[in-house]
C-alpha cells in the first residue's frame, strides 16, 4: 500500500509500508523537530515507543522550593557548595587523642574538655590528655583519632582504653572532602528528586530548584454510554472508569493540573472537546472511539483538527488500536482504545513515560521479574498481561475474560510485557515489568 501524506511545512512524503520511499528526506524530516512520517501500517511496541519519544515536547525548566519538590525532574546541575563534609567529622561519641598518644601506646588519658556538635573548633592543649567529643563535632585541632565510648570506660575524668586496642590514625574521623569536593556535581539534570536527592539539595542549602515544569493535562472519555459517577444510570450504560485510572496515576505523579470531560460519539461533540482541550492544555489523552466501529470518530475528527497522526494499531495485546499524533504546535494527543485493560496498559507502557521525559527524565530501563508460569503466545504481537508481582520478583499472571474485564485487576500490581517472537514463555523467564503507577 502506498500513501501520499502532506505534513505542514513540508512537501508531500510518498511512505510504503510504513517507509518512506525518499530516504534523503527522511532524513532531513529526522534531523528536524516537525512530526514525522505516518505508519499506515501496525507497528511494533519498540516503534511505537521511538515515536512517542521523539515527539515529547520537552517542557520548560522552572524554578520550584524546595519543600515542594519531591517526585520533580531535575533541570540543573547542583555542586557541592563545599566540601562534604566540610569538616573532619567525627563519627562516634568518644575521645579524641593526639597522634603522639597514639603511637606511644598510652592507655590512659585526663580529659581536658568536652566537645559538641556545632560547637566552634577546639585545640587539645596537652599531646598527653584527650577531649571528649560527639558524633558531628570537628575533629579537635592536635587529634588524628576517636576511640569510641564502647572501648573505653571514663572514671571521673580519666578515661581509660580496653585492653588489646590497635589504634588506627584518623579512625572514626569522617575525612574533610571525603565523599565530595567543593564544586564537584552532586546532582544530574534528569535525575528524579526522591527523598535521597531533596536532602543533598538542603544540605547544599538550597531553598529552591529548577525542575521541569509540569505540563497540563486534558482527559476526554468518548462514548455514548458513559455515565458519570455521582450520576443515575440505566443497565446498558457504564462509567468513565478509565479517565479515573488516568488521573489517579498522574495524581499520583506529581500532575496537578488535570482536566476531565467527556463527548459523545458525536463528530461535533468530539470536535469540540478537542479544540477546547488543546486550546487549554499541554498533553491531550482520549480514551476510546479509535476501533473498527460506525462511531468510531476520534481518529478522523483529529485529522480533521491538523493533529498529524504518526501511527495507528501496534502490534500488542491488548492496546492495538492505540493512535498517537502530534497537534500543532507540538502538542501529543494520545488517542487510548476504550477497553479499559487496554487502556490502562497503553497509559503506562507509553503515556506516562512520555510525560517524564517532556519534563526532562530520561527513558528508563524496565524492570526486570521472572515469570510465575509458563505462558503459550501468538509470536506475532508483544503481550501485555496483567500479573501479581510475589516477593518482589516472582510475577504471577492473572487470568481475565478479555481486555473489558477491569475487575480481574483488582489483586494486579502491574503487567509484564512479553516481547513478539516467541511461542511460548518458559516459567523463570526474565520479562519486563510495568509497575501500576
Ligand atoms: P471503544 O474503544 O470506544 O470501542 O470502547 C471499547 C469498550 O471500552 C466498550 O465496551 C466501551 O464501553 C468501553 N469503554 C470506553 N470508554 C471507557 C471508559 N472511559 N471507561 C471504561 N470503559 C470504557
Ligand atoms: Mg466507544
Known sequence: ?????????????????????????RRSLDDDQAPRVYHPVMISVQEAERIVAQHSPSSPPVPCPLAKAQGRILREEI??????????????????????????????????STHAAGAPPLRLNDPTACIQVM????????????????????????????????????????????????NERLLAPGMRLLSPQIAILASTGRTEVRVGAIPSIAIVSTGNELVDIGQELEPYQIRPSNAYGFHAALNRAGFDRVDLSHARDDRSAIRQCVEQALSAHDVLILSGGVSMGKLDFVPEVLEQLSVVPLFHKIRQRPGKPFWFGVAPGGKQVFALPGNPLSSLICFHRYVLPSLFQSMGEP???????????????????????????????????????????????????GFVELPEGPLHFEKGTAVGYHRWN
Open 135 to 182: 558524633t558531628g563535632a570537628t575533629l579537635p585541632e592536635g587529634c588524628d583519632g576517636v576511640i569510641p565510648y564502647e572501648d573505653l570506660s571514663i572514671r571521673g575524668q580519666q578515661a581509660e582504653l580496653n585492653p588489646g586496642l590497635v589504634l588506627k590514625p584518623m579512625q572514626w574521623v569522617h575525612v574533610q572532602g571525603a565523599d565530595r569536593k567543593k
Open 363 to 413: 527513558m528508563r530501563r524496565h524492570e526486570q521479574v521472572l515469570l510465575g508460569e509458563g505462558i503459550g503466545a501468538t509470536g506475532t504481537s508483544t503481550l501485555f498481561i496483567p500479573v501479581t508481582l510475589k516477593q518482589g520478583i516472582e510475577a504471577i499472571p492473572i487470568s481475565h475474560h478479555g481486555s473489558g474485564d477491569l475487575s480481574a485487576l483488582a489483586e494486579s500490581t
Open 1 to 25: 500500500m502506498s500513501r501520499l501524506l502532506y505534513l505542514r511545512g513540508f512537501e508531500g512524503i510518498l511512505v510504503h509500508g510504513g517507509k518512506p520511499l525518499i530516504e534523503g528526506l
Open 79 to 112: 555542586h557541592a557548595d563545599r566540601d562534604q563534609p566540610p569538616f573532619h567529622r567525627v563519627m562516634m561519641d568518644g575521645i579524641a587523642i593526639s597522634p603522639h598518644a597514639r603511637e606511644s601506646g598510652q592507655t590512659s588519658f585526663l580529659i581536658e
